[in-house]
Structure formats: C-alpha cells, structure tokens
C-alpha cells in the first residue's frame, strides 16, 4: 500500500479534537518514553525529529554515533526521542515504531531513517510493505504493522505529542533539540552537540 506523503498542516486549531480525543482516550501502550542513558545523567536531550526528514537522516547517520559513545553512554546525557511528524507517511512510521518493544526502538528507528531512500522517497513505493520489511527484522509481523498504522489511539497521541511540541518548546522544524530550557532547531555536528551539552550542564 502507497501512503501519501502530503504534509501535515497541523494548526493548534486543527489539532484540538484529536488532542482531546487522545485525552480521553486510555493512553496507548507504546508511547511510553523512547530513551538511551540513565535517568541519572546531568543533562536530558530531547529530539523532536521525523522518520521522513532527510536532516534527522543526516544527524543520526553523522552525529549520533558519536553522541551515544562519548556522552550518552559516558553518563553525561540522556537523549529522549519525540515524534514530530512532518507527513502522513512519517505518522504511520511514527506508529509501527511505537508498537516495538521499548529496547528495539532505537534500532527501528536507525534503520527506518538509514533507508530512507526505499522506503519514503522512491518512487511508486509499497511504503507500508517497505517498512514491514524493516520491521519484520525487528520482530513484527505484515498484520502487526497493519495494526499499529489502524490504531487510531496511538494516531491521536503522537499527534497530540506533536502539539504539545509546538506549544511548550515553539518547534516547527526537524531536528529540533531541547537542552534543559533551550530549543535548537536543526542538525549539528558533535562538536557543536557536545558544547550544547556541557552548556546546560554548566560545565
């Protein structure tokens, strides 16, 4: 199945109803926290990023590698992923990686932005069955992935994220990073992340 990628055009407005739908709504068991480092580290990161976004691509493909070795798992941060959907595509995406067990995410994730270029951008795609592919090596099922892109809940609470998102930290972009109060849109190298972190540290 070929999903569009046409963009999310997501007003405050236009969000209201779903937000308060999801509000109601018992809140879907995958959208739990999405993290890597200890609870315990000096500095939290939040990424507020979209699984279309060739910048996000860039950043994890670039800079996270490097991220996770010297400052996550030295214990300088924890890093905290956000979905912030750009597209409709990037939303189903959004919901087959929140129906994964908490510690294959990251992995997901990686791969889903590692293959963009199948799965998102080339033309006349079976996206779903790109992604089912993807997500078969994590250990879902063709019907899992099936599942979690028809769970209307799930839908309505990763759009309700993306509202909170704009209202709390003014993101409008992908990647968008929140360290501690500050808000940085846009990919960076390490050198530029590492100073960041060691600012809302106070090192």
């Known amino acids: 199945m070929s999903l569009t990628r046409r963009t999310l055009m997501l007003a405050p407005a236009a969000l209201a109803p779903l937000a308060a739908a ?3 709504a018992r809140a879907p068991i995958g959208l739990g926290e999405r993290a890597a480092g ?5 500095v939290t990161v939040i ?5 279309t976004c060739s910048h996000c ?3 994890h493909r670039d800079t996270w590698p490097q991220v996770k070795k010297e400052l996550v798992e030295a ?3 924890r890093m905290v992923w956000r979905d912030f959907p750009l597209d409709q595509l990037a939303l ?3 919901q087959v990686a929140r129906a994964l067990p908490a510690e294959r995410y990251e992995g997901f994730i990686g791969a889903l932005l590692a293959s963009q270029d199948r799965w998102a951008f080339a033309r006349g795609a079976d996206n779903v069955a790109e992604i089912a592919r993807i997500a078969a ?3 879902l099922s063709r019907a899992q992935v099936d599942a979690a892109i028809a769970d209307e809940g799930l839908r309505r609470a990763i759009l309700e994220g993306r509202l909170k998102a704009e209202q709390e930290h003014k993101v409008a972009s992908t990647p968008t990073f929140v360290f501690g109060t500050r808000t940085v849109p846009g990919s960076m190298p ?3 992340f590492a100073q960041l972190v060691g600012e809302a540290s106070g090192a």
């Open 190 to 192: 390490f050198d530029r």
């Open 57 to 59: 691509a860039t950043f």
């Open 92 to 94: 189903a995406a959004a």
């Open 75 to 77: 214990g300088k941060m």
């Open 22 to 24: 999801a509000q109601e």
């Open 137 to 139: 090596l994590a250990g």
């Open 47 to 51: 990424e507020y990023f979209s699984l």
């Open 38 to 42: 200890p609870e315990s580290a000096p």
